[in-house]
């Protein structure tokens, strides 16, 4: 009977153990999507895995990332939708506890010059709609703009480098190489990336 007991214990207390990480996992990634969504690149980068920073120092992923949303040539805004976060199961490799996070994102670009005839703007939607990235893109002729929505990917990651708390890095396949030097081959593989 005590070993039934301890076994049930036992199977309670890592059943609440999982179940607590996932819970604090989903926390954790809403604060991020928040940040992301506000474009608080500092905010943001707290809550991103720090190997990342070796490879690109913070200041100069915060001055990339100002550029890309605010150019010349085109300023984007991101546009609030329920992102509808789907998690895949826990895994731990190489010492990393990590879950593969999909989740709608949706954005407007406002372009700022060359965007006023027909030609452009279909050549513009066009490209875009040929990246295979997005799957709504709508343009907005009166604002100069597009609309578009995607599928992104996100890695949930919690190891001794996040202090094992969970930390976030986006993956777009067009980016394996830079995902396999911060995360390592393994660690995508079990992904299925």
């Not at 819970?23 to 991020?32: D, G, I, S």
């Amino acid at each position: 009977m005590k070993i039934k007991i301890t076994a049930l214990l036992l199977f309670i207390t890592a059943f609440s153990a999982q179940s607590q990480t996932i819970e604090n996992l989903k926390a954790e990634t809403e604060k991020m999507y928040q940040a992301t969504f506000a474009m608080d690149f500092d905010k943001i980068f707290s809550y991103t895995y720090p190997k990342l920073f070796e490879t690109v120092p913070t200041d100069e992923l915060k001055t990339i990332m100002e550029q890309a949303f605010d150019n010349e040539y085109m300023k984007i805004t991101l546009e609030k939708v329920n992102p509808a976060f789907k998690y895949s199961p826990l895994k731990e490799v190489d010492g990393k506890k990590l879950s593969l996070i999909n989740y709608k994102t949706a954005m407007t670009m406002v372009f700022k010059q060359s965007f006023d005839t027909d030609e452009a703007q279909q050549s513009v939607v066009e490209a875009i709609k040929a990246s295979g990235k997005f799957s709504t893109v709508t343009l907005k002729k009166e604002q100069k703009a597009i609309y578009a929505e995607m599928e992104s990917v996100m890695i949930g990651i919690s190891d001794t480098t996040t202090g094992n708390k969970w930390k976030f890095v986006n993956y777009d396949a067009s980016q394996a190489e830079m995902a396999k030097t911060i995360l390592g081959e393994n660690v995508l593989k079990a992904l299925g990336l």
